[in-house]
Protein backbone atom coordinates (compact mmCIF):
# COMPACT_ATOMS: atom_id res chain seq x y z
CA UNK A 1 0.00 0.00 0.00
CA UNK A 2 2.71 2.63 0.67
CA UNK A 3 4.34 2.06 -2.80
CA UNK A 4 0.65 2.30 -4.22
CA UNK A 5 0.13 5.38 -2.71
CA UNK A 6 3.91 6.51 -3.74
CA UNK A 7 3.11 5.84 -6.90
CA UNK A 8 -0.31 7.73 -7.05
CA UNK A 9 0.61 10.69 -5.34
CA UNK A 10 -1.22 9.42 -2.39
CA UNK A 11 -4.28 8.83 -4.53
CA UNK A 12 -4.51 5.06 -4.38
CA UNK A 13 -5.85 3.16 -6.94
CA UNK A 14 -9.29 2.62 -8.60
CA UNK A 15 -9.06 -1.44 -8.24
CA UNK A 16 -7.48 -4.01 -7.08
CA UNK A 17 -7.79 -7.95 -7.40
CA UNK A 18 -6.79 -9.92 -4.45
CA UNK A 19 -7.25 -13.18 -4.81
CA UNK A 20 -4.91 -14.34 -1.37
CA UNK A 21 -6.97 -12.91 1.17
CA UNK A 22 -5.10 -13.62 4.70
CA UNK A 23 -3.02 -10.44 5.42
CA UNK A 24 -3.06 -9.30 1.92
CA UNK A 25 -6.40 -7.76 2.34
CA UNK A 26 -5.75 -4.54 4.72
CA UNK A 27 -2.97 -4.18 2.01
CA UNK A 28 -5.77 -4.08 -0.73
CA UNK A 29 -8.07 -1.78 1.31
CA UNK A 30 -5.32 0.25 2.22
CA UNK A 31 -3.88 0.57 -1.86
CA UNK A 32 -7.37 2.09 -2.63
CA UNK A 33 -8.61 5.24 -3.65
CA UNK A 34 -11.56 7.11 -2.75
CA UNK A 35 -14.40 5.23 -4.05
CA UNK A 36 -12.12 2.43 -4.91
CA UNK A 37 -12.99 -1.56 -5.67
CA UNK A 38 -11.59 -4.40 -4.02
CA UNK A 39 -12.39 -7.68 -6.39
CA UNK A 40 -12.08 -11.02 -4.09
CA UNK A 41 -11.51 -14.16 -5.86
CA UNK A 42 -9.73 -16.46 -3.34
CA UNK A 43 -8.59 -16.88 0.52
CA UNK A 44 -5.42 -18.84 0.09
CA UNK A 45 -4.17 -16.90 2.70
CA UNK A 46 -7.11 -17.65 5.00
CA UNK A 47 -10.88 -16.21 4.96
CA UNK A 48 -10.89 -14.61 7.95
CA UNK A 49 -8.75 -11.38 7.13
CA UNK A 50 -8.77 -8.12 9.68
CA UNK A 51 -11.09 -5.12 8.75
CA UNK A 52 -11.01 -1.81 9.48
CA UNK A 53 -14.58 -1.39 8.71
CA UNK A 54 -14.09 3.12 8.96
CA UNK A 55 -11.68 2.77 6.34
CA UNK A 56 -14.65 0.89 4.10
CA UNK A 57 -17.24 3.20 5.06
CA UNK A 58 -15.79 6.57 5.24
CA UNK A 59 -13.54 6.03 1.51
CA UNK A 60 -16.84 4.74 0.34
CA UNK A 61 -15.09 1.37 -0.99
CA UNK A 62 -16.73 -1.25 -2.86
CA UNK A 63 -15.93 -4.83 -2.07
CA UNK A 64 -17.17 -7.52 -4.83
CA UNK A 65 -16.98 -11.34 -4.91
CA UNK A 66 -16.07 -13.36 -7.82
CA UNK A 67 -15.99 -16.55 -7.91
CA UNK A 68 -15.84 -18.26 -11.26
CA UNK A 69 -15.41 -16.39 -14.98
CA UNK A 70 -18.08 -17.76 -17.82
CA UNK A 71 -15.56 -18.72 -20.96
CA UNK A 72 -16.88 -15.55 -22.55
CA UNK A 73 -15.35 -13.59 -20.02
CA UNK A 74 -12.13 -15.66 -20.45
CA UNK A 75 -11.72 -14.73 -24.01
CA UNK A 76 -12.07 -11.14 -23.59
CA UNK A 77 -9.36 -11.04 -20.79
CA UNK A 78 -6.95 -13.45 -23.53
CA UNK A 79 -7.89 -10.51 -26.31
CA UNK A 80 -7.06 -7.86 -23.73
CA UNK A 81 -3.58 -9.36 -23.21
CA UNK A 82 -3.23 -9.93 -26.90
CA UNK A 83 -4.30 -5.58 -27.59
CA UNK A 84 -2.17 -4.38 -24.71
CA UNK A 85 1.49 -4.29 -23.65
CA UNK A 86 0.44 -5.78 -20.44
CA UNK A 87 1.66 -9.12 -19.65
CA UNK A 88 0.60 -11.80 -16.54
CA UNK A 89 3.31 -12.50 -14.30
CA UNK A 90 3.92 -15.94 -14.70
CA UNK A 91 6.52 -17.47 -12.35
CA UNK A 92 7.28 -20.70 -14.21
CA UNK A 93 6.21 -23.53 -16.43
CA UNK A 94 6.67 -27.05 -15.61
CA UNK A 95 5.84 -30.23 -17.26
CA UNK A 96 2.25 -32.10 -16.05
CA UNK A 97 4.64 -35.03 -14.78
CA UNK A 98 6.29 -32.42 -11.85
CA UNK A 99 2.64 -30.85 -10.80
CA UNK A 100 3.45 -32.03 -7.10
CA UNK A 101 6.39 -30.26 -6.82
CA UNK A 102 4.80 -26.89 -8.60
CA UNK A 103 2.23 -27.51 -5.43
CA UNK A 104 4.54 -27.87 -2.97
CA UNK A 105 6.07 -24.52 -4.24
CA UNK A 106 2.85 -22.78 -4.17
CA UNK A 107 2.29 -24.66 -0.50
CA UNK A 108 5.28 -22.88 0.71
CA UNK A 109 4.56 -19.63 -1.08
CA UNK A 110 7.82 -19.70 -2.73
CA UNK A 111 6.50 -18.27 -6.30
CA UNK A 112 5.95 -15.20 -7.60
CA UNK A 113 2.93 -14.48 -10.47
CA UNK A 114 1.52 -18.00 -11.87
CA UNK A 115 2.65 -21.66 -11.92
CA UNK A 116 1.75 -23.02 -15.25
CA UNK A 117 1.42 -26.82 -15.86
CA UNK A 118 2.65 -27.42 -20.01
CA UNK A 119 0.59 -30.79 -21.34
CA UNK A 120 3.25 -32.91 -23.30
CA UNK A 121 1.04 -34.59 -25.89
Same mark, same amino acid.
Given at each position: ?????? $? /????????????????? #??????? $???????? /??????????? /?????? =? #???? *???????????? =?????? =? =?????? *??????????????????? $??????????? $?????
Amino acid at each position: APAVRG $L /TGKRGVDVVVNGVGGDS #WSESLAA $LARGGRLV /TCGAVAGPHPK /TNLRRV =F #WNQL *KIFGANSATRQE =FLRVLD =F =FAVSSR *KPIIDSVVALKDAPAAHER $LKQRKQFGKIV $LRVES
